[in-house]
């Protein structure tokens, strides 16, 4: 599966868009970008997923580059509680979604 | 309740004990992971079991851990003789194998901590 690349940390205000980065540079044509995040002391949850067209649920939406190569995803309204650990993975169409979590972006809502 | 369930809980333990862990998947899903995440740190995959193939065991750190499912329900993680570098948060998760093998999203329990002394 190919690697992925993600800030360390970021810092958003309250009720702003936090906007995560993802560089997914070496993905290939049948893998997914999947985000998934952790908050503190619990099971990681998922958000979204996408494959080369934007997607957008009822907590965040994904914006996929053209080529493939980084994506962002973006959540509208954040809120204290979207405090977390948000991880970027890129995995295989047929690959039994046997997710590698990287290091992530520990984002931190700040009112 | 509907979620994937995992107990113990908490779990310590003294140095060289065996330890069991288990894990319920939702209903139906046909995928289980077990994962580790040590204190600080990211999530280590140990094992895959999906439906009736031989489990994917490549990321188990040594011959002390295993791990048996029993069809497509509970699954028991055994770790033997169990070392303070153990010590860590064991998480399992669940999945629905899509129509055409296409990955779908995983649902995760809250994991079980364990500490050994």
């Known amino acids: 599966d190919a690697k992925t690349t993600q800030p360390t940390s970021m810092d958003c205000a309250e009720g702003r868009a936090a906007n995560l980065p993802c560089n997914h540079s070496?993905?290939?044509?049948?893998?997914?970008v999947y985000w998934y995040r952790q908050i503190h002391s619990q099971g990681p949850q998922y958000i979204i997923h996408?494959?080369?067209n934007n997607e957008t649920n009822e907590m965040a939406s994904l914006i996929i580059t053209e080529d493939r190569k980084s994506s962002t995803l973006i959540l509208p309204h954040a809120t204290l509680r979207d405090t977390a650990v948000y991880y970027c993975?890129?995995?295989?169409?047929?690959?039994?979604?046997?997710?590698?979590f990287g290091g992530g972006t520990r984002l931190m809502v700040k009112p | 309740g509907a979620g994937v369930s995992q107990s113990p809980s908490n779990k310590v333990t003294e140095k060289g004990k065996d330890v069991e862990l288990r894990c319920d998947p939702i209903?139906?899903?046909?995928?289980l992971y077990w994962y580790r995440q040590r204190l600080g740190q990211g999530l280590e995959f140990l094992i895959y079991?999906?439906?009736?193939?031989?489990?994917?065991k490549s990321g188990l750190p040594s011959d002390r851990f295993s791990a048996e499912r029993t069809g497509e329900s509970v699954s028991t993680l055994t770790i033997q003789r169990t070392q303070q570098e153990d010590s860590a948060v064991y998480l399992c998760?669940?999945?629905?194998?899509?129509?055409?093998?296409?990955?779908?999203?995983?649902?995760f329990g809250e994991g079980s901590r364990l500490t050994v002394l």
């Open positions: 998760a669940s999945s629905f194998r899509l129509a055409g093998g296409s990955a779908g999203e995983l649902f």
């Open positions: 993975i890129v995995i295989q169409y047929n690959a039994g979604n046997m997710l590698t």
């Open positions: 079991f999906q439906g009736n193939s031989a489990p994917d």
């Open positions: 070496t993905i290939s044509g049948n893998e997914y």
């Open positions: 996408g494959l080369k």
């Open positions: 209903s139906g899903h046909t995928a």
